[in-house]
């Protein structure tokens, strides 16, 4: 079980969070014109990269708060975690 | 009963307190602290079991977890256990334990006659024998292989047993309490952090208990007595007897298993089992020791034949001889200390040494002693069937390839050491990437992964001198980092003795004209020429060898095995072990019962119930409750002898014909609240939000960005910038972080607050056309009128003082309010709805007749909405705004979502207006196609129409849109019915909605 430090409440165990999928993902913006491949790419194309990932995490069981990972997807080690606001 | 076996003194156990057992069916007695296996032996007895193949007789090869052979069935307070150690059991008061694997009795086995047909099952038989005819794997083979292989029974009954978990955190986990163990957590809670101490064994002490040494002034004994004595008093730390560390998993969590109640008769009330410990360690230590390697010759698995180290045991702990006339084998010093054991207790062993000239303290002892010590000689084979009776023995050659002068001599065991294997397995487990040793033929961990330090024999240390040396200042420097604190501890003196090299040797050759079998794996009945075939068949990856031979794929995960099968692999090969490489050690080290595993989640603890403020009277009133998620919900409430059809037949009749009320409370409610809500709703949701007025409600539908529909719901502006959402049961968690992803991550700029509100809300839909009249009785005060309160419309309302949400929605298609009141107010409200309803006529309905209800109306609920549908597929498009942008909306320009021919729900009625159609069946053209008939769509949800009084079903079929009218087939293959209907209007009652708005 993996130890998630939360920006927000600190060291906690796997259970209390959600996974959420691909940190660096973008949204295309509402109201804006897209193209079929751009859209498509947003909505299902995902690298699964051996190594270093940026993803997402919500502290379901804690303060709800979505947040982003860094985690080695060999090995599980986390390098940092950030605020949904932060940048690496 | 005699215990021929047993010396007049010595041991650890308590000879005051005798016990009295059963072993297949007779008596026997031992002392308290022995273990079942020790007590046995005592007893004289050494056949336990038949082994997993040839069934060839099995003793006891061990004294601890290693132990391959003595598995029992184990009777305990009416409880059958299977596979338990006898090395590991300890012995309580009419314990009685059976033989396995063997019929009709361990003495006289019906499946040893594989013994003899063993040519037929060499390595990969499975693979070779069972293959043709196809058919008969199901049928002949594999109901045979699974009664004949195999080893316990386990019991068909509910397991009583209690189990716990416990989640810990530490500073230190010290994973054995052998000297390393033992100095590196005295050392560290001497620096004040906080430290887990656990042992496998019910004693403290580990080799210290066996070996003949001397820590400062004290016997190593007596040393580790008072060092766990003191490490008890001393509030930061934790010491736990008959605990196993099993698994090593991410970021140092280690799991253990600690047998509270397995060592007494039965299981004191009130305290578990067994206990599963989560231990999340900020270092571990791992002080796990080693074990003996085995010396591989004929007939190695006789009864009789067993570790050195493990003789030793039974001598020093619990004063049994394993034989009277002791043969000891060995390539190293190690078994010299059992010889000087059995010679100071009266026994003449004779050692057969494989090296040619050793030269070292103990073996100098071992000759003044007078003990009778044979160089370069091997045991070539254990001669005897169900107990050791004499051994052929051997002159090697000094190239270990040639035997001379082979002779039989007498003796009753033959006690085996081949050195020692350090036990890795946590530190493997935790990612170390472990070396091979050449100096003591192992592998060793190498670089930590995570946060392991492995210590003393563990690591190939052999020395106690090293081992304590080394433990006290790791112990020291690791705590030191936590606590910032140092205390000075000096290392006390060793008296040791020294040993000498070990002899690189671990295999006899067969001598001329013999085929002995020589098993490497004792447990699966795996032999050196079952290895050789293997390779000469062509696999070369240890990782085939081993899963092709099984290997050290038994329970014993190869603790006394693996090494052995590397070398001969790497002996076949010519290569060197390190090239070889070893197989995966994964976790559990020692099998855990499924019992401590699962914990107190079993049953109705598996989840949590959830039940709403009115469930105390539905239960009153006959309620039979369905899940319903988390939930328990009223399905129907039984009156008489009626059944699910018949009562919620009832209960739907009755909400078209007069008034029901329903318990809505398992709805999932999410409080909005914030100036960007009707923004937010307007994003979400596919319809327009912006112009919603105060005191309205709207019904909506949220998709997935890949344009699925995920929810729907209503939502209700309560005031300006405050809104009431309404998800369905299933789906009112998702459906929360689903918005409060979108507002943390994608638009934070939204100044909106999002809360579950489920359980402050208690629910009852009141539905029906006498309804109004319901609610205007209720609410006096209040103008309840179709223009005082028309349909979507919200209002508040004072319930006999109590403050509610009255909400004109409608799930039935009938006229219908939802009121909603504090939760703790909700039974109070059910109770003024019942009791004012009764005049109406009023009566509860459950999620069945909800079902019914929406089914014959054409409302899509979860069947349909069941994560494949877009809106059109369910005739909500007429809910897409056009004009607005929304979660997932670019989705539904794509090309299959446009098709003319998309799939679309509608209502299906059998042709014979009587045959009900199951769920789930398939729509087709022909029922009588040929295989694979084409499928237009499938049935999502089928009622009995209370209306029309037939059964009535909603489906989702292709080109839905153009198939009104159509006759066609829906068919059941589960249920074997093919039934003739016609595709209608999926608005089966009520098509123009004018009931909601009456």
């Not at chain 2, 810990?168 to 620096?191: F, I, K, M, R, W």
């Not at chain 2, 994964?586 to 107190?600: H, M």
């Not at chain 2, 008489?640 to 009562?647: A, D, M, T």
């Not at chain 2, 839909?765 to 309160?789: C, M, T, W, Y």
């Amino acid at each position: 079980m993996l130890h998630i430090k939360c920006p927000h409440c600190g060291l906690r165990s796997q259970n209390e969070f959600s996974y959420g999928g691909d940190a660096t993902v973008k949204r295309p913006e509402l109201n804006k014109e897209v193209s079929d491949q751009d859209w498509d790419n947003f909505v299902y194309l995902r690298k699964s990269p051996r190594g270093k990932h940026l993803e997402l995490w919500q502290h379901i069981s804690g303060c709800r708060q979505w947040f982003k990972v860094e985690r080695d997807t060999l090995t599980h080690e986390i390098f940092r975690t950030l605020k949904a606001n932060e940048e690496i | 009963m005699s215990q021929n076996f047993r010396l007049d003194k010595g041991g650890l156990i308590d000879r005051s307190k005798s016990i009295s057992f059963k072993f297949n069916g007779k008596n026997y007695s031992g002392y308290e602290g022995d273990t079942l296996a020790s007590a046995l032996i005592a007893n004289g007895v050494h056949l336990v079991g038949r082994s997993f193949k040839y069934h060839r007789p099995r003793g006891f090869f061990g004294a601890g977890v290693d132990e391959p052979y003595a598995m029992v069935q184990l009777i305990r307070d009416n409880e059958s256990i299977p596979n338990v150690r006898a090395t590991e059991q300890e012995l309580f008061e009419g314990l009685e334990a059976k033989s396995v694997n063997c019929w009709p009795n361990v003495d006289f086995d019906i499946g040893a006659i594989n013994n003899f047909l063993n040519r037929f099952f060499p390595a990969g038989f499975y693979y070779k024998t069972f293959m043709w005819p196809r058919s008969f794997w199901y049928k002949v083979y594999e109901p045979i292989i699974r009664k004949a292989a195999g080893f316990g029974v386990v019991s068909a009954n509910h397991d009583q047993e209690r189990y716990e978990h416990k989640y810990e955190y530490c500073d230190l986990l010290v994973t054995g309490s052998g000297p390393s163990g033992l100095a590196s957590a005295y050392a560290a809670a001497q620096n004040g952090a906080r430290v887990i101490l656990a042992e496998d064994k019910s004693r403290f002490g580990g080799s210290l208990l066996t070996s003949e040494v001397s820590i400062g002034n004290q016997s190593g004994h007596e040393w580790a007595e008072n060092i766990i004595s003191e490490l008890k008093s001393m509030p930061n730390v934790t010491v736990k007897n008959r605990s196993q560390v099993f698994g090593y998993y991410d970021h140092n969590m280690l799991v253990m298993s600690e047998r509270i109640s397995d060592h007494l008769p039965k299981t004191n009330k009130y305290t578990p089992k067994q206990r599963l410990w989560y231990i999340r360690a900020k270092e571990v230590l791992i002080s796990s020791g080693s074990i003996e390697r085995p010396l591989v010759f004929g007939n190695n698995d006789t009864p009789g034949v067993m570790l050195s180290s493990a003789a030793k045991e039974y001598l020093k702990i619990f004063g049994v001889l394993v034989g009277k006339k002791p043969l000891i084998f060995t390539n190293n010093d190690s078994g010299y200390e059992t010889a000087i054991e059995f010679k100071k207790n009266g026994i003449d062993p004779i050692v057969l040494d494989t090296r040619k000239d050793p030269s070292s303290e103990i073996v100098n002892e071992a000759k003044s002693l007078n003990i009778d010590i044979k160089f370069s000689y091997v045991v070539v084979a254990a001669k005897g069937y169900k107990k050791v009776k004499s051994a052929d023995i051997a002159k090697i050659s000094e190239d270990k390839k040639q035997l001379s002068q082979i002779e039989n001599i007498n003796c009753d065991c033959i006690c085996v050491s081949g050195f020692w294997t350090p036990t890795i397995h946590l530190a493997s487990q935790s990612g170390n990437k472990t070396k091979f040793n050449e100096e003591i033929d192992a592998f060793i961990p190498g670089q930590s992964k995570q946060n392991e330090t492995v210590l003393g024999s563990a690591k190939g240390i052999f020395t106690l001198e090293e081992t304590l040396k080394t433990s006290f200042e790791k112990g020291s420097e690791l705590s030191k980092k936590i606590t910032n604190k140092e205390s000075n501890i000096s290392v006390p003196s060793v008296v040791e003795k020294k040993h000498t090299n070990h002899d690189k040797f671990w295999c006899v050759p067969l001598p001329e004209g013999k085929n002995y079998k020589r098993f490497l794996d004792f447990q699966n009945d795996v032999s050196v020429s079952d290895v050789e075939l293997a390779l000469r068949e062509g696999y070369r990856s240890i990782e085939h060898v081993k899963r092709y031979t099984t290997l050290g794929m038994a329970t014993d995960q190869g603790k006394t095995s693996n090494l052995n099968g590397l070398q001969l692999v790497s002996d076949v090969e010519n290569k060197v072990v390190p090239q070889v490489g070893h197989t995966t050690f994964r976790p559990p080290y020692t099998p855990v019962s499924i019992g401590a595993i699962v914990g107190r989640e079993i049953g109705k603890h598996s989840k949590p119930t959830r039940k709403s403020p009115m469930h105390e009277w539905h239960e009153k009133n006959n309620a039979v409750f369905v899940d319903a998620g988390v939930w328990l919900r009223p399905r129907y409430y039984k009156q008489g002898n009626e059944n699910l059809f018949e009562g919620s037949k009832r209960e739907a009749k009755n909400v078209r014909q007069n008034v029901g009320v329903c318990d809505v409370t398992t709805l999932g409610k999410i409080d909005i609240k914030g100036p960007d809500a009707a923004e937010l709703l307007n994003r979400v949701y596919t319809n327009a939000w912006l112009k919603l007025p105060v005191g309205k409600a709207r019904y909506g539908v949220m998709l997935r960005e890949d344009g699925i529909v995920m929810d729907d719901g209503t939502t209700t502006r309560i005031s300006e910038n405050h809104y009431h959402m309404t998800t369905t049961t299933a789906q009112a968690a998702n459906v929360l972080s689903h918005l409060e992803y979108y507002l943390q991550l994608v638009w934070p700029e939204l100044n909106v607050n999002v809360v579950s509100s489920t359980e402050q809300w208690a629910g009852a839909a009141i539905a029906g056309p006498k309804s109004r009249d319901v609610l205007q009785k209720l609410f006096p005060d209040l103008d309840v009128s179709n223009e005082g309160l028309p349909f979507m419309g919200y209002v508040e309302g004072n319930l006999f003082g109590v403050n509610a949400k009255i909400f004109r929605i409608s799930f039935s298609g009938e006229l219908a309010y939802e009121v909603n009141v504090e939760s703790d107010n909700g039974n109070f409200m059910w109770e003024k709805i019942m009791e004012i309803g009764k005049e109406f006529n009023i009566q509860p309905y459950g999620t069945e007749a909800l079902s019914t209800l929406r089914i014959e109306m054409g409302h899509v609920a979860g069947s349909e909405l069941d994560g494949r549908t877009i809106p059109y597929d369910n005739s909500l498009e007429g809910l897409v705004s056009k004009k607005k942008d929304f979660i997932g909306k670019r989705s539904l320009s794509k090309s299959a979502y446009v098709a003319p021919d998309r799939q679309k729900v509608v209502g299906v009625v059998p042709l014979d207006k009587k045959t009900s159609i199951p769920e789930g069946s398939y729509i087709v053209k022909d029922a009588k196609a040929k295989l694979p008939n084409p499928k237009l769509g499938h049935v999502s949800a089928s009622c009995w129409s209370v209306e029309h009084d037939n059964p009535f079903s909603l489906a989702i079929i292709k080109d839905g849109k153009n198939m009104i009218g159509q006759k066609l087939f829906a068919m059941s293959p589960l249920k074997n019915k093919t039934i003739p209907v016609e595709i209608v209007s999926s608005h089966y009652v009520d098509p123009k909605g004018e009931r909601v708005r009456s």
